[in-house]
């Protein structure tokens, strides 16, 4: 894919279960950002697929036929908050906008949904992703223990940062 990739000449898609391997091997991919904490991939196709009954994964498709997935997410609602996963963008389109771009569709997804809060959870050691972030308007919240204890490669904990959501706007006619 050139370096010139312009998002407003992609679109996103809601996963289907035919995605699950692309999905797994760009998690795996994405995710290897965090091997100096945390061994072994990141998910496999037994987590995705039991995600899919949870939640909805968006997608963002290479421009180029045959590229396979340049980015997912997954998104879920819960009690009224919705949640972001996984944000997954291909190693060689990282800092494109991708990320920015599939956030906006699960905003909108939350929204819909009637959400007034979306939550992520950030791995403690990935310093890099707080002030990104938090530019994108997420706060942290509060500290989670890290899930699964025996992968860590030091002491690790989750960030749970919310950002508020704005409901869908609805125009007003004068008058």
Same mark, same amino acid.
């Given at each position: 894919?050139?370096?010139?990739?312009?998002?407003?000449?992609?679109?996103?898609?809601?996963?289907?279960?035919?995605?699950?391997?692309?999905?797994?091997?760009?998690?795996?991919?994405?995710?290897?950002?965090?091997?100096?904490?945390?061994?072994?991939?990141?998910?496999?196709?037994?987590?995705?697929?039991?995600?899919?009954?949870?939640?909805?994964?968006?997608?963002?498709?290479?421009?180029?036929?045959?590229?396979?997935?340049?980015?997912?997410?997954?998104?879920?609602?819960?009690?009224?908050?919705?949640?972001?996963?996984?944000?997954?963008?291909?190693?060689?389109?990282?800092?494109?906008?991708?990320?920015?771009?599939?956030?906006?569709?699960?905003?909108?997804?939350?929204?819909? =949904?009637?959400?007034?809060?979306?939550?992520?959870?950030?791995?403690?050691?990935?310093?890099?992703?707080?002030?990104?972030?938090?530019?994108?308007?997420?706060?942290?919240?509060?500290?989670?223990?890290?899930?699964?204890?025996?992968? =860590?490669?030091?002491?690790?904990?989750?960030?749970?940062?919310?950002?508020?959501?704005?409901?869908?706007?609805?125009?007003?006619?004068?008058?």
């Amino acid at each position: 894919m050139s370096p010139s990739l312009d998002v407003t000449d992609m679109n996103h898609r809601a996963a289907t279960v035919t995605d699950i391997p692309a999905i797994v091997a760009l998690t795996n991919r994405a995710f290897l950002a965090e091997a100096f904490c945390v061994s072994g991939d990141r998910t496999d196709d037994a987590d995705i697929r039991q995600r899919f009954s949870d939640g909805t994964f968006y997608v963002a498709d290479h421009i180029a036929p045959g590229e396979g997935l340049a980015a997912s997410v997954f998104c879920s609602v819960e009690n009224g908050r919705g949640y972001m996963g996984l944000l997954s963008v291909d190693p060689q389109l990282q800092g494109r906008g991708l990320s920015r771009f599939l956030l906006n569709a699960v905003e909108h997804h939350c929204r819909e =949904a009637g959400c007034h809060f979306l939550d992520i959870t950030v791995v403690n050691a990935r310093d890099d992703l707080f002030p990104i972030y938090n530019k994108l308007g997420f706060t942290p919240m509060d500290v989670l223990p890290f899930p699964v204890p025996e992968r =860590a490669l030091r002491p690790l904990t989750l960030v749970k940062m919310t950002k508020p959501l704005r409901p869908p706007q609805t125009a007003t006619l004068p008058g």
